[in-house]
């Protein structure tokens, strides 16, 4: 598979990638929208509709700043806030692994969602386990960057026990990308052989049953 | 709230500025109030800062709190030892872009700074109104304020800005006129008092009212109530702040002496900082206005009067998009009633940003310097600014 990139328009490859299944003119909340990247791109180049919701302060001013319709709060209770299908996607990007309870999230995702697009940084890449066979230190890189003690990733998640959670609890997974990306990961790859082992990130696009 | 205005520390200003005066509804043409009582003719004070662009289309309207005025930024004389209330946020390149901007503020109804008020002249009587004024609503200096905005040839607000009362007045505007309010920004505020505010403005009130010299509110042909009026702004004074913020500022620091003087003088700082509040707030506010002001925030409902006690029916009204912002030390408008405010906006459809930016200074921490306050003012009016040009 060839790398891949995008033309010029700065974002992060993993977030490329979700932009490219959210259809022109949707409805867009992004959970955990961080400094907007993702949200600003869609708004310019995909012409959704689109809001956010962060806990930092920093970064909603960030958001704002950027034209960016964002709330800042707990995402956990804010989805609460909106009734059903407010929005053709919500996108939990990079989010799920600092969530107390996935599935109730998810629930309420599907709920007030058409589709649900869920990433995270895959625990199972070869130098995750690599690190923690050989060293005997929990693994470090480049898309789960800290140390145990000052993470943020409450939840450990690798791409196979997505699929085991998502089809335990009665979720439908529509579509699934494995990426491993670069060091400025702004450029990647798609990875179609082996994804729980070679895979940085985990992309997937839910439905509702 | 005025104790902290100074000078621009970077020297930035609108420079000078000039108060002006609009008259209106005078008789059989009066203004119709809520309540349903007429009054005319209606004096309001206001001033304008940068130029109002061809398509008129640039139009920003700051409304002001409890004890401001129409006087938001820069000076009337060269040597004013003072600024406008908001100098630090209105100005050239300032949060509220002077250079990009035509900002409009005007007095409120029931005021003492140039608006009509309990202190005008009575045309029936020839002397000043007193407890004869009509009971006015936030409602009714909005209308005020449409009024004002209507003369000057403004047919769509890009922006209406402020924070406690005046932040009621923001959002008052957004389902009052819906259809001029393009954007929103609501500092501090809420829908409607906790019974904590009013308790607070009642003990104020009681303050003003138990003043021999109050005499039922026609006191204007002799002294003034001062000591009822300056009690009240110290009551006001002990809300803005908080428990932390007061800590830091005084502590127990004893105000120019080394030991208690055994008497009543002020020992404390603390006592001292509101005694002097309490002085300078009479020299400059009417306490009759401050009766009627208190009272029209106390009776602020925006749910009851715009969705039958909806918020979230009142809010769907409102086309604009806002800006929500709380203070996390604020305990008198606190970021409860703001996340109240964005939960029904949301639910409503309309589009809201909200912040809840971490200050230790209360209440009062809408009108201190504070950099992330100016940049998300700043951003939120380029971006609505600009999504208007499109």
């Known amino acids: 598979m060839s790398v891949l990139r995008f033309a010029d328009n700065g974002i992060r490859f993993d977030l490329q990638i979700i932009a490219s299944w959210i259809r022109p003119g949707s409805r867009v909340l992004d959970l955990g929208c961080g400094e907007g990247y993702l949200l600003r791109y869609l708004k310019d180049n995909k012409q959704v509709k689109g809001s956010g919701i962060e806990i930092d302060e920093t970064k909603v001013e960030k958001c704002i700043e950027k034209g960016l319709s964002v709330i800042q709060g707990d995402i956990n209770e804010e989805i609460l806030e909106y009734s059903d299908d407010s929005f053709d996607y919500v996108i939990v990007s990079q989010t799920l692994q600092q969530v107390y309870e996935p599935a109730q999230v998810l629930r309420e995702v599907l709920r007030i969602g058409r589709y649900g697009i869920v990433s995270f940084p895959n625990f199972s890449h070869w130098k995750a386990r690599a690190q923690l066979l050989f060293t005997g230190y929990a693994p470090v890189t480049k898309s789960l960057p800290y140390q145990w003690y000052d993470t943020p990733n409450i939840r450990v998640i690798t791409i196979k026990d997505f699929r085991r959670f998502s089809h335990e609890a009665g979720f439908r997974i529509l579509k699934e990308v494995a990426v491993a990306t670069s060091e400025d990961q702004k450029e990647g790859k798609i990875i179609r052989m082996l994804p729980p082992l070679r895979a940085s990130y985990g992309i997937f696009l839910m439905g509702k049953k | ?390």
Request: hydrophobic fraction near 35%.
């Open chain 2, 1 to 390: 709230m005025s104790e902290y205005i100074e000078h621009d520390s970077d020297g930035i200003s609108v420079g000078l500025v000039e108060k002006k005066h609009l008259i209106f509804g005078h008789p059989p043409n009066q203004m119709r109030l809520e309540s349903g009582a007429l009054l005319g003719p209606v004096t309001i004070a206001y001033e304008t800062y940068g130029e109002l662009n061809a398509d008129k289309s640039n139009a920003v309207l700051v409304c002001h709190a409890l004890s401001g005025d129409s006087h938001v930024a820069g000076y009337y004389r060269e040597d004013d030892p003072k600024p406008g209330w908001w100098d630090i946020m209105v100005g050239p390149g300032k949060g509220i872009d002077t250079e990009k901007y035509f900002v409009i503020c005007s007095n409120i109804l029931g005021g003492c700074m140039g608006t009509t008020g309990p202190s005008s002249t009575n045309p029936s009587t020839g002397r000043p109104y007193g407890l004869d004024f009509p009971l006015v609503t936030i409602g009714d200096m909005v209308d005020a304020q449409k009024v004002l905005v209507d003369h000057l040839g403004i047919d769509k607000l890009l922006c209406v800005a402020g924070g406690s009362i005046g932040g009621m007045q923001v959002l008052e505007w957004t389902v009052r006129h819906p259809e001029l309010v393009q954007s929103a920004i609501a500092l501090a505020t809420t829908t409607k008092h906790s019974p904590l505010a009013i308790a607070f403005n009642e003990v104020a009130r009681q303050a003003i009212m138990a003043d021999p010299k109050w005499m039922g509110g026609h006191y204007y042909d002799g002294p003034r109530p001062d000591h009822g009026l300056a009690v009240a702004r110290m009551i006001g004074h002990i809300t803005y702040l908080s428990e932390e913020s007061m800590r830091a500022k005084f502590g127990r620091r004893l105000q120019n002496r080394e030991a208690f003087s055994y008497n009543f003088d002020a020992d404390f700082q603390v006592e001292s900082y509101l005694r002097h509040q309490g002085q300078k707030f009479v020299e400059r506010f009417d306490a009759n206005s401050f009766l009627y002001i208190t009272k029209a925030a106390d009776y602020y409902e925006l749910e009851r009067d715009h969705g039958r006690g909806s918020i979230v029916e009142a809010f769907s009204k409102a086309k604009a998009k806002f800006l929500v912002v709380s203070f996390t030390s604020d305990w008198l408008y606190p970021s409860y009633q703001s996340k109240t405010i964005v939960q029904a906006i949301k639910r409503g459809g309309g589009e809201v940003s909200f912040c809840e930016i971490e200050a230790d200074w209360g209440h009062d921490a809408f009108l201190l310097p504070n950099e992330r306050l100016s940049n998300l003012i700043r951003g939120f009016m380029e971006n609505v600014s600009s999504s208007i040009r499109r």
